[in-house]
């Protein structure tokens, strides 16, 4: 019971601030709104029983992305013109309304393989098993540190003033 | 315990939502941020199914470790490309930017 | 039979003709042949397939029969089409086998003096060897597929030697002319075939006389294959309504107008409605046909021939006149009649143009108005040129006598209004020919030109031709053409040659080509009556006369740009210009229309782009979730 009212309060959270990125026009309220959207999603992670992503979504997206989010904004010195939107509304509404509503028909009338036992818990210490194990994804995993490492190159040299 | 289906509602509103916003929004800025709610979204589905249908062996998780991980890096560059972008034209307002045409 | 005779002969005669022609033609490019090599070549192998075909000629006569050759396997389709090349030997066969080769050799040796200093000898001696093949390999053919080719073969050979001179723009227009006037019969000697081969399963000649002896092909079906045939017939010996190439085609080197215009190719149409008689037999209605199309093209020609002033002219009207001639011989007394005539015409004819060719060598003009008093100048040209008008006339004992007297008593027992026609061809015949004889040779000489006699290479023809045209008619003295032709009885060489006399049909005839003859001398060498008197007198026929009956004029407009250019032709071009023309400038404009809408799609905003990408990923979801 108590799983159900969480699961609802947080998903209509994110939701709603979801929306309200979209909704509000002044960019700072956006930002917020989306860094509440985050911490909502992360709480929807925590009812799935994952907290070590809850924890990582916390410190990457609301930590990090929103902060680089804020940056920007201010770098562009747009706060004036705020956050308009384009003639598509109409059009994208009734495009991102069907496939909405054709995601919900098929996945609520799957008949999904569920499986009966419970999940892990704590599954920070599961987690680094399998990602840090020979046979697991370290071949992966380091992948993705040069994908960091390459992308802090290529910003750099994206935002690197001409002479 | 709320099942998968409503995981996989909320996990097609998020992405739904976002598209519209990137879709619609005319600030560089905002649609980057539209698309990571998108991701976010797509995050929401991976943990649903690792959740309810392989709870023991956290695949679902994995994935959503990755493309938290590759969502970084997208914003770093994106930002990066939109800073470069103002500095070049003054603007982020993606109608200003239509050059990419016939 | 004829087992005296080995097989390599048969294969022999118009082989060698076509190895002349390949190396002529060859030599033409490849070789750089001496025109006089080219010559020698061409005449040789004419020559030895003239041998070859004499041979053949006179073992027939001493043992008639047929042999029929299987040859080789052309080709077959399926277990329903098989054609073989084949020849078919028999006594029609040997007659023009003996004709097609004797006056190709006489015409080429001719064209050696004729022909001197034209610059494509070459180009000429290899296409009267093709010539040569295509027309003896015609006559011996078993198979009417391969007829069919080979009578295409040489109709290609008679327009490419009529547009010889192709850089006169008469010429080709004359060769054009003759090779579409002709190809309408060809389609209906075509249709013919695939209506034979469709009702007797096979293209054999002995098969389909075989099948329609048996009765299992349907009356209607012999009635429409027999005028097919007699309809290609039409095309190729120029009988009325499509003989308006023939007098064209004298655009021609004259040689080419005596071989293939006079002798041999016209004659083919004759000699088809011959080799198909037996199909001819079994309907009334399509023998019937020929003879009255042959009647009226008899005389219809020769009026037009009585006005001509063109002497080649003359002698083509003369040529189609006799061709009707023949046609009316072989749908009233059968095949044996015609062919006799064929024969000794082919001489005679070939004899009076090889006179006309000397004719024009000598003065320079076709035109026998600024001719006269030859007989002077050209003895020889003179004297010979008179043998044929007199055979021709049909003047006894020259050979056209003969043959002519055979056709009117098949037309006296069969129909007496062809019959009256006939008879009265021949009194036109006489007149016309003997006009043409006066106002060339008679008289004084009306051209500027200093007219002299011919060379030994084309008189030496010209003689022997002379004498096939005298003495041609006394083979059948003893009805040996007849009996091998038709089933006629022999009987003692007096009775053939003096015997006529007690008939009064004979006669009739010798008055009327007499009465013609009179009338010719008492207009043009007494002048008793002016011509140009009686042609106002007789103003309306005269006109129609002079004017052909319009004939041309008639296709021209009716056919030509009536049906043609306003009908056919304007609807394919209004075809082109709307329908194909439009549906390709439509898909144009559509593409270009379609383009410049969505290219309004390609506005350079990516976020429009992702909307799309939205919009397929819905109805991808959308389809998944329909089909499932």
Same mark, same amino acid.
């Given at each position: ?33 989306? /860094?509440?959207?985050?911490? *909502?999603? !992360?709480? $929807?992670? @925590?009812?799935? =029983? &994952?907290?070590? #992503? ?40 009734? /495009?991102?309304?069907?496939? *909405?509503? !054709?995601? $919900?028909? @098929?996945?609520? =009338? &799957?008949?999904? #393989? ?50 | ?102 | ?628």
């Amino acid at each position: 019971m108590g799983m159900h009212i969480a699961f609802w309060v947080l998903s209509l959270l994110a939701v709603a601030a979801a929306v309200g990125v979209i909704w509000q026009k002044n960019l700072f309220r956006a930002v917020l709104f989306l /860094v509440l959207c985050f911490f *909502a999603i !992360a709480g $929807i992670f @925590v009812t799935l =029983s &994952a907290d070590f #992503l809850a924890a990582a979504q916390l410190i990457i997206n609301v930590g990090a992305v929103a902060i680089l989010m804020i940056m920007s904004i201010m770098l562009t010195r747009e706060i004036t013109s705020g956050s308009p939107s384009n003639m598509l509304g109409l059009p994208a509404l009734a /495009v991102t309304g069907i496939l *909405a509503a !054709a995601i $919900i028909m @098929v996945s609520s =009338s &799957a008949s999904w #393989l569920l499986s009966p036992s419970s999940p892990v818990e704590s599954t920070t210490g599961a987690l680094a098993t399998i990602l840090f194990n020979n046979e697991g994804f370290i071949f992966l995993i380091q992948l993705a540190a040069l994908l960091v490492l390459v992308t802090i190159i290529g910003a750099i040299v994206l935002l690197k003033e001409e002479e | 315990m709320p099942g998968l289906e409503h995981y996989l509602i909320l996990s097609a509103l998020l992405f739904c939502i976002g598209l519209t916003g990137a879709i619609i929004k005319r600030n560089a800025v905002v649609i980057l941020m539209c698309i990571e709610i998108m991701l976010a979204g797509v995050n929401v589905a991976m943990v649903a199914f690792s959740r309810f249908i392989t709870p023991l062996q956290l695949g679902g998780q994995l994935f959503t470790i990755f493309i938290i991980i590759v969502a970084a890096a997208e914003v770093a560059i994106g930002l990066a490309i939109i800073l470069a972008l103002y500095r070049k034209r003054q603007t982020v307002d993606t109608e200003k930017t239509d050059f990419l045409k016939w | 039979m004829m087992s005296n005779i080995p097989e390599i002969v048969f294969w022999l005669i118009p082989g060698l003709p076509l190895a002349a022609f390949g190396i002529v033609f060859l030599g033409l490019r490849v070789l750089r042949l001496k025109s006089g090599f080219a010559a020698l070549l061409s005449v040789s192998a004419t020559a030895a397939s003239f041998g070859l075909s004499l041979w053949t000629g006179i073992s027939m006569l001493s043992a008639p029969g047929t042999s029929s050759l299987d040859g080789f396997n052309w080709f077959s389709s399926g277990n329903a089409i098989t054609v073989d090349i084949g020849l078919l030997i028999n006594p029609l066969t040997a007659i023009m086998l003996v004709v097609v080769s004797t006056v190709s050799l006489l015409v080429q040796i001719y064209s050696i003096g004729y022909m001197r200093g034209d610059n494509a000898l070459n180009r000429y001696f290899s296409f009267i060897s093709l010539f040569t093949f295509a027309m003896l390999f015609m006559v011996m053919s078993n198979n009417l597929l391969v007829m069919f080719m080979a009578w295409e073969l040489v109709g290609l050979c008679s327009y490419l030697l009529i547009g010889f001179w192709f850089h006169r723009p008469k010429a080709a227009s004359a060769a054009k002319k003759a090779f579409f006037v002709t190809r309408i019969g060809d389609f209906g000697f075509l249709a013919a075939i695939l209506i034979l081969f469709s009702s007797t399963g096979t293209f054999s000649i002995e098969g389909i006389h075989q099948a329609a002896a048996s009765g299992i092909v349907s009356s209607a079906a012999i009635t429409w294959a027999a005028l097919g045939i007699f309809f290609g017939a039409m095309g190729k010996s120029a009988q009325f309504p499509l003989h308006t190439w023939l007098p064209d085609a004298m655009e021609g080197p004259t040689p080419v107008s005596a071989l293939i215009h006079a002798a041999t190719m016209v004659a083919a149409g004759v000699f088809l409605v011959a080799r198909m008689f037996p199909l001819f037999e079994y309907s009334e209605t399509a023998l019937s046909t020929v003879a009255i199309v042959g009647g009226i093209t008899a005389l219809l020609a020769a009026t037009i021939a009585l006005v001509m002033w063109d002497i080649k002219k003359v002698l083509a009207y003369s040529t189609i006149s006799q061709l009707g001639y023949m046609m009316l011989g072989i749908g009233l007394g059968g095949p044996g009649v015609a062919l006799f005539h064929l024969f000794t015409h082919a001489f005679f004819k070939a004899l009076l143009f090889m006179g006309a060719g000397s004719v024009n060598h000598s003065t320079g003009t076709l035109d026998m108005r600024n001719m006269g008093g030859l007989a002077r100048y050209m003895p020889w040209t003179c004297i010979t040129f008179v043998i044929g008008a007199l055979s021709l006339s049909g003047i006894w004992p020259l050979a056209g006598f003969f043959s002519k007297e055979e056709i009117l008593a098949a037309a006296l027992e069969g129909q007496p209004v062809l019959f009256a026609i006939a008879l009265l061809t021949v009194f036109i015949t006489a007149f016309y020919m003997f006009r043409a004889v006066f106002t060339t040779f008679g008289g004084s000489y009306r051209g500027r030109s200093k007219p002299h006699e011919s060379s030994a290479a084309m008189l030496l023809p010209m003689l022997v031709m002379a004498v096939l045209a005298v003495c041609a008619g006394w083979l059948n003295a003893t009805g040996a053409i007849d009996s091998l032709l038709d089933d006629g009885t022999k009987h003692a060489w007096t009775t053939g040659i003096f015997g006529v006399f007690t008939h009064s049909l004979t006669w009739i005839s010798l008055l009327m080509a007499a009465a013609g003859i009179f009338l010719a001398w008492a207009i043009y060498v007494k002048r008793w009556f002016s011509a140009e008197r009686i042609s106002s007198r007789f103003a309306l026929p005269y006109f129609f006369f002079i004017n052909k009956y319009w004939f041309d004029e008639i296709y021209n407009i009716i056919i030509g740009n009536k049906l043609l250019n306003k009908g056919i032709f304007s609807f394919f071009e209004k075809l082109d210009e709307r329908v194909i023309d439009g549906a390709v400038n439509g898909i144009a404009r559509l593409t270009s229309s379609t383009g410049s809408f969505v290219r309004r799609a390609q506005n350079g905003r990516l976020q429009t782009y992702l909307l799309f990408f939205a919009a397929g990923l819905a109805i991808l979801v959308l389809m998944m979730v329909i089909i499932s």
